[in-house]
């Protein structure tokens, strides 16, 4: 059987996502050049697992929660593996998803010509206005987003309309160059600067991707100071220490943002 020239492996990190992730892996299989789908279950409480499975995606699974950084690493890791064992040739590029895409991640090709024709090293989605579940505007006060791209223009002069969008497309190359990951929440700021800086080509693209946006609960809040805390050590490991120290200082550290934000 002949091998395609262009092989592109979709990644997907998930945790708790049962309801979402069947839909998500067969709308990213139904994508061109896609020829393999990896759900790195990271942790989860559900059948997250075995849905994507069902679905026809290649599982690997984290026993505890180890974070979406480690989990983009584990599906990779296996992709490498079945390359090895099956004798396939590499996959030329990564697409990397969000769990909690479903039937919108059938839209994500306009992320995969670019990369696979040779345009851009690193495509990264720019999404539009989502909505919560019950069709409000997100919460937050834009902490994260101001942190991630303040940081990313100081850095790297690079100036992100979307710096923590995690759909996203990149050679394997460029995947290497970015590696290891920042832990965390702060993978995205962390691979952008890293790739920027490599000499790379990087692109934004509107994409009309959907997802769950979160709301202004207090779980939705702790989720942003996460995000927060985890932006602010990939930004000060690659050496921005006083701007981006500043936002959570000013919060009075993840306690005091949690605080502002529950006011």
Do not use: W
Request: glycine share 8%; charged share 25%; with cysteine.
């Amino acid at each position: 059987m002949n091998q395609p020239l262009t092989r592109v492996a979709c990644i997907i990190p998930a945790k708790d996502e049962e309801q979402r992730i069947a839909a998500t892996v067969k709308a990213a299989s139904s994508l061109k050049y896609v020829d393999v789908v990896i759900v790195c279950d990271d942790g989860s409480s559900d059948a997250t697992a075995q849905y994507a499975a069902a679905a026809g995606a290649v599982v690997v699974s984290h026993t505890r929660n180890r974070g979406k950084a480690a989990a983009i690493d584990s599906a990779v890791n296996a992709l490498g593996i079945l390359e090895q064992r099956d004798k396939l040739p590499e996959a030329r590029a990564l697409l990397l998803l969000d769990a909690d895409l479903e039937e919108s991640a059938a839209a994500c090709a306009p992320l995969i010509e670019p990369v696979v024709t040779g345009e851009a090293d690193l495509t990264v989605a720019v999404l539009p206005a989502q909505r919560t579940a019950s069709g409000e505007e997100p919460g937050g006060l834009g902490l994260v987003m101001t942190t991630a791209t303040r940081g990313i223009e100081e850095l790297c002069g690079f100036s992100p309309r979307a710096p923590l969008s995690g759909q996203r497309c990149l050679t394997r190359r460029a995947f290497e160059l970015a590696s290891p990951l920042a832990s965390g929440f702060g993978v995205e700021v962390g691979m952008t600067i890293d790739i920027v800086r490599a000499g790379l080509r990087v692109k934004e693209i509107e994409v009309d991707l959907y997802h769950r946006a979160t709301g202004s609960d207090l779980a939705s809040q702790f989720h942003r100071a996460k995000q927060l805390r985890d932006v602010t050590r990939a930004l000060t490991a690659r050496g921005l220490v006083q701007a981006s120290l500043k936002e959570l200082k000013d919060s009075g550290g993840v306690p005091g943002l949690l605080k502002r934000l529950k006011r």
